[in-house]
């Protein structure tokens, strides 16, 4: 088993340039903002995210030539917090798992600054739309790459800032600004949780540090982790409920389908490819510490269960293009945090780079059309639209085809490997590989309504916006190419062992996630043997855990015949997804309209109005907290407290003292001579007495 820390580790100052390119670019538009021409302004942007995906392969080439033991690169820029016996440097790591990241954050985010050359080219905000998307790739890069979990934090709060910024850019429109607003409130709700869970952990950790340690450090940690043992579900939960903020998950997941108001690249890159899996890459990075406790490990995989359920059934009755893919991204976060529920980390990890192919090339296809119909984002009036935009729709099919799991594309692997381990992974079952796989089916059903009502049949718009239909320009129309591409292929690194693969994405990640195998077969005790690779057999016939063990990766465990019954099972079912949404859409359109009407009609309603949480939240929240502070903090302790005693009163105080005060100066030269004098008997006489 190869350890998880290695006691050595290799400086690499090249990490530091991949968070600070973006930023310098962010940095240099920001400044001189309308000084430079718009190509440069664009030049500046793509080529700072650029050459930091170029670093980052640069880095990630460097950590494949290494032994697997020791595939860790740190770079160490400064001491930032030091006294006593706490320690946090600022620096930046790179082992397997944040190098996925890496590569995954540079390289789409890269293609989205290109398209975004061509969808934001009249925009008259355009600088101020690069610098806020520069400090965004900053903001996440730091979050990915810091070496500690503190970096990590910084960087979390950074793209939550600049998640506001774009998703408001628009803000003359009062709903987007209310987006915004409503993203970062419910952020900041998560972070609170995390917050809690930060200081937990520190109080927890700091008594058991040696000399010269960092506190937050991920390597500390993860070497001290029987010290969090106790604490160790307090912790998880804590900082898992800032991962559902981040990553929308139940009962924070309400901010993520009204940030769609944002520029289109924004909702590709922030709410599909990068910022919205800051929750799943922190409980992965984390993952010695979740994997001590099996009640937070259950919490996390029922939560993305029934998230990725109820997303899933909302976004079959939207019509807005872009709320469809929200609801689907939110869905699909959901999976993300099943597989880390079961302790399938490498899998939701592989599932984050899938999905960040596909999901930013719907998105970006979804923009062009909207680019196209002027404007439009409702599919009720579009349609009729894969002839002239040949590119936006056969690059569209290939993302809706890898998000519906169809071999061999992308999203088939990842997803496939999630619902074997949420059947036999360390927590899982046939409740939650019944959920997962209804929701494989729902997700294919709608995604191909989406394409039908957009792609196919007559053009229902108004005859100008008709007039007007056109294919998208190059900057556009190449990134979605490229991402089309990557939809098909990327999944192949990752194919499994019982289709003859050996699944080397998992062999990848193998040596981060191989510690937390070691924890929970430690923890399984109770005549549990540590068998070779580290995994771990419970003596009731338990499943072998150990995701980092060779052999427990790409299928290597149970039956494998088994398992690809359930592959062809599961391809099978999104396959009758697809032609499903085909025909009830395209062919037998009454369907639908009886199914709208089912039981007088209140199923469809209740979906439709995204079963009533927002009007709940609104009346269990957001109305009481106007009240309240409306009532009680403005007008009884701000106007009241503050503004009437401590502000007023203490001027009234002065007030009555200054005009006492007043009156010993009215100007009488004889007044001050009789005061003067009865001064200094006063004086005297106590003196006398005191002598």
């Known amino acids: ?105 540079t390289g789409v985010g890269f293609l989205i600054h290109v398209y975004s050359l061509g969808y934001m080219s009249h925009d008259k905000g355009f600088q101020r739309f690069f610098t806020y998307l520069n400090l965004f790739i900053f903001s996440m890069m730091t979050l990915i790459l810091g070496e500690n979990l503190l970096m990590l934090f910084v960087g979390w709060e950074g793209v939550g800032l600049c998640s506001y910024l ?83 998950q139940i009962p924070l997941y309400i901010w993520l389908p009204d940030a769609m108001a944002g520029p289109t690249p924004v909702s590709a890159l922030i709410h599909a490819a990068t910022m919205v899996t800051a929750g799943v890459y922190m409980i992965a990075r984390m993952n010695f510490l979740f994997v001590l406790s099996p009640a937070a490990m259950h919490v996390v995989a029922i939560v993305g269960a029934a998230t990725a359920l109820l997303a899933a059934t909302i ?56 680019h196209a119909m002027s404007g439009e984002q409702d599919m009720r009036v579009m349609g009729g639209l894969s002839k ?26 990842s997803k496939d490997e999630i619902l074997w381990k949420a059947f036999s992974g360390q927590g899982g079952g046939v409740g939650l590989y019944a959920v997962a796989f209804l929701v494989a089916g729902l997700t294919a059903f709608y995604m191909m309504r989406l394409v039908v009502l957009t792609f196919h049949g007559q053009n229902r718009a108004s005859a100008e916006v008709r007039h007007h239909i056109h294919e998208s320009p190059r900057s556009m129309t190449m990134p979605l190419v490229v991402l089309a591409v990557l939809s098909v292929v990327g999944g192949w690194i990752g194919w499994p062992a019982f289709l003859g693969g050996s699944n080397r994405f998992d062999q990848w990640l193998e ?14 005790g109770h005549g549990a043997a540590l068998v070779e690779h580290g995994a771990a057999v419970a003596e009731h016939g338990g499943q072998a855990l150990a995701e980092g063990a060779a052999a427990a990766h790409g299928g290597g ?33 009454k369907v639908a309209d009886k199914v709208r009407g089912f039981a007088g009609g209140w199923p469809y309603r209740v979906l439709l109005n995204k079963y009533y949480v927002d009007e709940a939240y609104d009346g269990a929240f957001i109305r009481p907290g106007f009240r309240l502070s409306k009532t009680v903090l403005w007008k009884t ?15 009234l105080v002065v007030a009555v003292f200054g005009s006492l005060l007043r009156l010993l100066q009215n100007g009488l030269v004889r007044f001050y001579a009789w005061s003067f004098t009865v001064g200094v008997a006063v004086f005297v006489v106590y003196l006398s007495l005191k002598g």
């Open 1 to 105: 088993m190869h350890s998880p820390v290695s006691e050595s580790v290799i400086q690499e100052s090249l990490l530091r340039w991949i968070v600070l390119l973006p930023l310098l670019g962010a940095a240099i538009n920001g400044l001189l903002n309308r000084r430079l021409p718009r190509a440069a302004v664009g030049a500046i942007a793509c080529g700072s995210v650029g050459l930091s995906f170029v670093l980052s392969l640069t880095a990630f080439l460097r950590l494949a030539a290494l032994p697997a033991e020791s595939r860790l690169l740190v770079d160490t820029v400064a001491k930032w917090i030091g006294f006593g016996p706490l320690r946090v440097d600022m620096g930046f790591a790179m082992d397997p798992l944040n190098a996925v990241m890496a590569l995954i954050v």
């Open 166 to 248: 774009l998703i408001s850019f628009w803000f003359n429109e009062e709903a987007n600004a209310i987006a915004g607003k409503k993203a970062f409130v419910v952020n900041r709700v998560g972070d609170f949780g995390f917050l809690l869970g930060l200081f937990l952990l520190g109080a927890t950790l700091l008594p058991h540090l040696g000399a010269g340690e960092g506190l937050f450090s991920f390597q500390v940690m993860q070497r001290h982790a029987d010290v969090l043992a106790p604490a160790a579900t307090a912790i998880a939960l804590l900082l898992f409920v800032g991962a559902t903020g981040k990553s929308a």
């Open 315 to 370: 976004a079959m009755t939207q019509n807005d293009i872009k709320k469809v893919l929200a609801y689907s991204t939110v869905s699909q976060l959901g999976y993300m945090m099943l597989a880390c529920g079961v302790g399938a980390f490498s899998a939701g990890i592989f599932h984050v780079m899938t999905h960040a192919f596909f999901k930013a090339l719907l998105f970006l296809g979804s923009g062009s059309v909207i």
């Open 388 to 413: 002239k935009l040949p590119i936006t729709f056969w690059t569209f099919l290939a993302g809706t085809f890898a998000i519906a799991g169809v071999f061999p594309l992308a999203g088939f692997f």
């Open 511 to 524: 040596p981060v996630f191989a510690g937390g195998g070691q924890m929970v077969a430690a923890a399984a």
């Open 557 to 589: 465990h149970g039956n494998v015949g088994l398992e690809r019954g359930m592959a062809a099972a599961s391809l099978a079912w999104g396959l009758l997804g697809l032609s499903l949404g085909y025909l009830v859409y395209s062919r037998r359109t």
């Open 637 to 651: 302790v701000d106007a009241g407290v503050i503004d009437g005693l401590l502000v007023n009163g203490s001027a």
